[in-house]
C-alpha cells in the first residue's frame, strides 16, 4: 500500500471542501444573508429581554423585513433586547426570492432561537390582504381558487372568506408553517381593514381555528365611541398588537380616550403590543405613548417604537435604543386612576402621568440603588 500517495490523495479532499466551505460563505455574504458564525454565541448574551413578568426593564417586541437577511448587528440587538419578534412579510427576499416569505421565515427563525431560545418568534400572515406577491401558497391557491379574493384596486387583493374551505385553507396554512419549521407563532395582520369590508366575523372564524400561538393586529379607534377589532376579536386570540397606538387614527382627545379605556378593559392574561411612531398627533418622540404604555401595562404588554414614520424596514428602526427602555420600573402598585384626561398610575420605582388633552406625560423615577431619578417636574411634551 502505497501511504504517501494516499496522504496526498486525503489532503488534496480536505483542501478541496475547505474550498468548497469558503466560497458558499463568501457566495452567502455577497447575497446579504448572515451565517450562523456570524451570529455571536447566546453566551455572549449582554443584556437579556425583558419577558412576561418582568417589570425590570421596559418589556420590547420587535418587527421587520430586511430585503437581504438581517445585519450581524441587528441579529444581536434583536438577541439582547426582544422577547418576541415579527418577521415581517417579503424579508430576505433578494435570497429567497420574492415569493418565499415561508421559506425566508423559517429560516430567519433557525437563527434567532439560535441566538435565544426563549424569544417567540413569529410568522406574518395577513387576515386581509392576499400577499400573492410574496407568498408561494397564497400565488398557488389564488390561482386554483379565484373566487377566494376580490381586487379592490390593480395589484391589490383582498381575501373574501366566500366558505369554510377558505376559512379552513387560511388557518390550516399557517399552522403548518408553524409546525413544519422553528417558528413559534402567527402575527395575523390587517383584521381591522377586514372590517371595513364586513369580513370581521369570518377573520375571528379563522382566528379560532388556529392552534398556534396569536397576536393579532386589532384595537384600530375609529372614533370616540367605535374601536374596530376589539374585544369580540381578541377572545379568539393570544393577544392584540395595536398599531394605532396614540397615531394613526387616534387624534383626538376623545379618540385617545376611548383607546386607553379600551386597553385598561383587556383581560390581565392576554398579550399587549403597543407600537408607538413620531406620526402622530401626541408627539414625535417616544416619550409620550411610552408613558402611555405604562398605563396599562400588565404582565403580557411590550412595546415598540417604529421611529418617524412607523416603518417596519430594519434598517430604519429596527435598533432604535434609549436609556428609558432600560430604567427600572418595578411592579404596579395598583391599576392606573383616571380623572377626566389624566391618567395616573404608581410603580416601584417610577409614577406616570399622562394628559391626553394636553398631550403632555411625565414618568418620575425614583433612585434605584443609588441611581439617580429623573426630576420630579420633568414633563415631556
Not at 1 to 18: D, E, H, Q, T, Y
Not at 87 to 95: C, G, S
Not at 120 to 149: G, I
Amino acid at each position: 500500500m502505497n501511504f504517501p500517495v494516499i496522504k496526498r490523495c486525503v489532503r488534496a479532499i480536505l483542501l478541496g471542501l475547505l474550498t468548497t466551505v469558503f466560497l458558499c460563505e463568501a457566495i452567502s455574504r455577497q447575497n446579504g444573508s448572515t451565517t450562523a458564525q456570524e451570529i455571536s454565541s447566546p453566551s455572549t448574551l449582554h443584556a437579556a429581554p425583558a419577558g412576561p413578568g418582568d417589570w425590570s426593564k421596559v418589556r420590547l417586541f420587535g418587527h421587520a423585513f430586511r430585503n437581504d437577511d438581517y445585519t450581524p448587528e441587528q441579529y444581536n440587538f434583536i438577541r439582547d433586547h426582544f422577547a418576541i419578534f415579527t418577521i415581517e412579510k417579503r424579508h430576505a427576499k433578494n435570497i429567497y426570492g420574492a415569493t418565499s416569505t415561508e421559506k425566508a421565515a423559517a429560516e430567519t427563525a433557525k437563527k434567532l432561537l439560535t441566538n435565544n431560545p426563549d424569544m417567540r418568534v413569529l410568522f406574518y400572515w395577513s387576515t386581509n390582504t392576499a400577499y400573492k406577491q410574496f407568498y408561494t401558497t397564497v400565488r398557488d391557491t389564488v390561482a386554483h381558487h379565484p373566487d377566494w379574493v376580490e381586487e379592490v384596486r390593480k395589484g391589490t387583493v383582498r381575501w373574501t372568506y366566500p366558505n369554510d374551505s377558505a376559512r379552513n385553507w387560511w388557518a390550516d396554512t399557517a399552522d403548518q408553517l408553524v409546525k413544519e419549521s422553528a417558528l413559534n407563532g402567527v402575527f395575523c395582520d390587517g383584521a381591522p381593514g377586514a372590517n371595513a369590508r364586513g369580513q370581521l366575523e369570518s377573520v375571528e372564524r379563522c382566528l379560532q381555528r388556529l392552534s398556534s400561538f396569536i397576536i393579532y393586529n386589532g384595537y384600530r379607534v375609529q372614533s370616540s365611541n367605535k374601536c374596530a377589532a376589539g374585544a369580540s376579536t381578541l377572545a379568539h386570540a393570544d393577544g392584540v398588537f395595536c398599531e394605532a397606538f396614540f397615531r394613526s387614527s387616534v387624534e383626538t382627545a376623545d379618540e385617545a380616550v376611548k383607546l386607553m379605556d379600551e386597553l385598561l378593559a383587556i383581560p390581565p392574561d392576554k398579550y399587549i403590543l403597543c407600537r408607538g411612531a413620531g406620526d402622530g398627533a401626541f408627539g414625535s418622540t417616544h416619550d409620550f405613548t411610552l408613558a402611555c404604555y405604562l398605563i396599562i401595562a400588565n404582565d403580557y404588554s411590550f412595546y415598540s417604537w417604529g421611529g418617524d414614520e412607523n416603518s417596519y424596514a430594519a434598517d430604519d428602526s429596527l435598533i432604535y435604543w434609549s436609556e428609558d427602555f432600560d430604567q427600572e420600573i418595578g411592579k404596579p402598585l395598583s391599576k392606573a386612576t383616571k380623572n377626566g384626561y389624566a391618567y395616573h398610575r404608581d410603580f416601584e420605582h417610577c409614577s406616570v402621568d399622562v394628559n391626553l388633552e394636553t398631550k403632555a406625560s411625565t414618568i418620575a423615577w425614583k433612585p434605584v440603588d443609588g441611581k439617580l431619578a429623573f426630576p420630579k417636574d420633568e414633563i415631556k411634551e
